[in-house]
């Protein structure tokens, strides 16, 4: 500042200098915006994470003494396991640059297959469980096998998938219910994942007084949901087998011409999915005590709403666990805690809506600096 | 009504002189069943009826059915199939009361027999008949009991209502003002839940009839609702999801009582378990059954004017009946629950 004004006295020196700060302060705020575009693009995360933040402080000061109390944050968590638990399976076929329709449906038929199984026709839990996830193993393969085999895009394969295995949930349901108190009595295990774990008195049990964890109660599901996304985090970023599903969603020709078996890879994907699908029916399973055949109806696009809103792209390639965790907490958080501001669920519909394109559109733009 | 009921006497008549005796005449007849959705209990029992008694009947059944609640386009598509596959008539669950009004009256004047169940049009005597559960009673009915038990505790209750969906669908708003007017609410518009100012009420969610949505909306209304005593459900699902979130928080102790409307077979069974307090038992196979019979013989049972539809009743199922609202036990509404 000083300098500028001793400078008015050499006019045309002191111009110069202005329009070169002025020159270099415009390169610099391009730099800036460039530097944040490489920043997301490297850590895409953040921006999930800082929309999460911001979430949960609206509904602090909208929702008083309601959203923020442990309880109510506890019955979040619970709220968005099982969207989270199929958004890792999503988030593994969106990487592929794919879309599995399917998930919703596979995870239901799963939770019909052991609940039935076991209760209904008294098959031994032994055999009814693993059947289960066979299921979904299995619809997952079909998936895979369609797509690669006879080079179908997975929009269409899934939509028909997601079709059939609809009318197979029908045909084996008969559309009947499972009563919690039946599946209590005759397999229990597969409500294990909807036992509540009280952190505080677990504290307690190892001889500490954690106050701050007064209020906070878990489920098996939850924890079940971490250890798959950090199984899959582990197999996508630590494995050949990871590197090969990045490749072969960012680029499949150059992935082939690089030796990478798309097809088994993209099998691997599909069965993968599918059989997280069945662990998600397990969730399902623990949270509604029984087996609903009508529940879990908009799973599917709830699945890949927290895929987008958490960072992954849709064009494949690019994209993480972590963010899908974040996405589904995100819609759980804006849902709870509209709902606990008293609006009516259009509007929670609305938020959701808004927010999907809000992230799609920050993608286009970190792809499009990107290249 | 009354000359309604001659015209189709007389063309049932005619329909009858034309062929030869009714166990013969059957032999041939095309009928059809279209119902909101394939995989929704409700449904799959009814078609379960209408199945049996076709066979009973030696009709060819058509069953079609919308691609989800709320498909009307669907529905219309599958009307014209029946149209041009020649039958007799039909019995119907329309998804959207109004939309379907025209194609409805394309098939009458086609010459078939409509009879609509469950839902009615509007207007009502779009339809050759209608054969309905009274949804307003059935809510009624639970809500006198819920008012009933509670007694004098009833005027300080705190109230959650897991109603259907936003868009308030007839069957919706029908429960949930019955069950408000049963419960002693002042409902003021009686087409429309959300308007009263009672401060017993604590909050309306949206459940969906889904039981994992009943668990979400449940839980939500706990962090508003503290003290909740009583939680009316729009159907059986939605109560046991609600009974999760309230057993999640050790509010399974009897402390709040859950209503329900619908009387399936689950339904019945977690009455009995003491889930649910109450539920009012609703009766699709025969409503079906009694639809197809008279599309077969082209004849109606009779109907009452006044209420303009016949009603296949709604009894109220509970192990723990209240003085002046009549019910049967759960042991009597397990013989007879569907789903």
């Known amino acids: 500042m000083s300098d500028d004004a001793s400078g008015v006295a050499t006019a045309e020196r002191g111009l110069k200098g202005a329009e070169q700060a002025v020159a270099s302060f415009e390169e610099e705020d391009r730099g800036a915006v460039r530097r944040l575009q490489g920043f997301l693009h490297r850590f895409p995360t953040t921006i999930p994470l800082i929309v999460l933040l911001i979430g949960v402080v609206i509904f602090a000061f909208a929702a008083p003494g309601k959203f923020l109390s442990p309880l109510n944050l506890s019955v979040v968590l619970q709220q968005v396991t099982i969207v989270a638990i199929l958004g890792i399976a999503q988030t593994l076929v969106i990487l592929t640059a794919g879309i599995d329709l399917s998930v919703g449906l596979i995870m239901i038929l799963c939770s019909v297959v052991m609940g039935r199984t076991a209760v209904v026709y008294g098959v031994p839990l032994i055999v009814a469980f693993p059947l289960g996830l066979a299921a979904g193993f299995a619809c997952g393969f079909v998936n895979g096998l369609i797509v690669t085999m006879l080079r179908l895009p997975p929009f269409i394969v899934t939509l028909g998938t997601w079709s059939i295995f609809g009318a197979l949930n029908v045909f084996y349901s008969r559309s009947e219910t499972i009563r919690q108190q039946d599946i209590e009595a005759m397999a229990p295990f597969l409500q294990w994942t909807g036992t509540l774990i009280k952190l505080y008195d677990v504290g307690k049990a190892l001889g500490l007084d954690l106050l701050f964890l007064k209020g906070w109660v878990v489920t098996y599901g939850s924890i079940l949901m971490v250890v798959v996304a950090i199984v899959v985090w582990y197999i996508l970023s630590r494995t050949a087998f990871g590197r090969h599903v990045y490749a072969t969603g960012d680029d499949p020709d150059a992935a082939r011409l690089s030796g990478i078996n798309t097809n088994k890879t993209l099998i691997a994907v599909y069965a993968l999915a599918g059989l997280i699908c069945a662990i998600a029916a397990w969730v399902l399973i623990g949270r509604i005590g029984g087996v609903s055949p009508q529940a879990g109806q908009t799973a599917n696009l709830d699945s890949i709403t927290a895929v987008v809103i958490g960072g992954t792209s849709l064009f494949g390639g690019r994209g993480s666990i972590i963010g899908t965790l974040f996405g589904a907490l995100i819609v759980g958080v804006f849902r709870n805690g509209l709902a606990l501001s008293g609006l009516e669920l259009l509007w929670q519909d609305f938020a959701v809506g808004v927010l999907i394109i809000v992230a799609v559109t920050i993608d286009q733009w970190i792809r499009k600096i990107s290249a | 009504m009354g000359m309604k009921l001659l015209r189709m006497a007389l063309a049932g008549a005619v329909v009858l002189g034309a062929m030869a005796t009714s166990a013969a005449l059957a032999q041939g007849i095309t009928v059809g069943l279209i119902t909101k959705t394939e995989t929704n209990p409700f449904f799959v029992k009814m078609r379960e009826g209408a199945q049996a008694k076709a066979k009973e009947l030696g009709l060819t059944l058509i069953s079609a059915a919308g691609k989800f609640d709320g498909d009307n386009d669907g529905q219309v598509a599958a009307i014209e199939n029946l149209i041009s596959a020649g039958a007799k008539g039909f ?93 002693g609410i002042d409902v003021k518009d009686p087409n429309k839940y959300g308007d009263e100012d009672d401060p017993r009420i604590c909050t309306h969610e949206i459940s969906q009839g889904d039981q994992e949505k009943g668990r979400t909306a449940m839980e939500n209304a706990l962090q508003k609702c503290p003290n909740v005593n009583v939680v009316y459900t729009i159907n059986e699902p939605a109560a046991a999801g609600a009974w999760e979130a309230l057993k999640a928080v050790g509010k399974d102790d009897g402390s709040v009582l859950i209503v329900s409307v619908d009387g399936g077979c689950p339904g019945v069974a977690n009455v009995k378990a003491g889930v649910i307090g109450a539920t009012s038992q609703q009766y699709p196979l025969k409503m079906a059954a009694m639809a197809l019979e008279a599309i077969a013989s082209g004849t109606l049972p009779a109907i009452d004017p006044a209420a303009g539809f016949l009603d296949t009743g709604a009894t109220l199922v509970t192990d723990k009946p209240v003085a002046g609202v009549e019910s049967i036990d759960t042991a009597k509404g397990t013989e007879l629950c569907w789903g």
């Not at chain 2, 639970?142 to 069957?171: E, F």
């Not at chain 2, 019955?178 to 419960?183: D, E, L, N, R, T």
């Open chain 2, 91 to 183: 019995a119907i669950v329309p998804s959207d009361s109004k939309a379907i009004v025209p194609t409805i009256k394309k098939a009458r004047d086609a010459g078939l027999m409509v009879i609509v169940l469950d839902t009615p049009l509007d207007p009502m005597d779009a339809a050759t008949a209608t054969f309905a559960t009274d949804n307003r009673k059935a809510g009624l009915l639970i809500g006198q009991w819920a008012a009933g038990t509670l007694g004098d505790k009833a005027k300080d209750a705190s109230i959650v209502l897991l109603d259907l969906a936003t868009n308030q669908p007839t069957v919706d708003y029908l429960r949930d003002q019955g069950f408000m007017a049963g419960f």
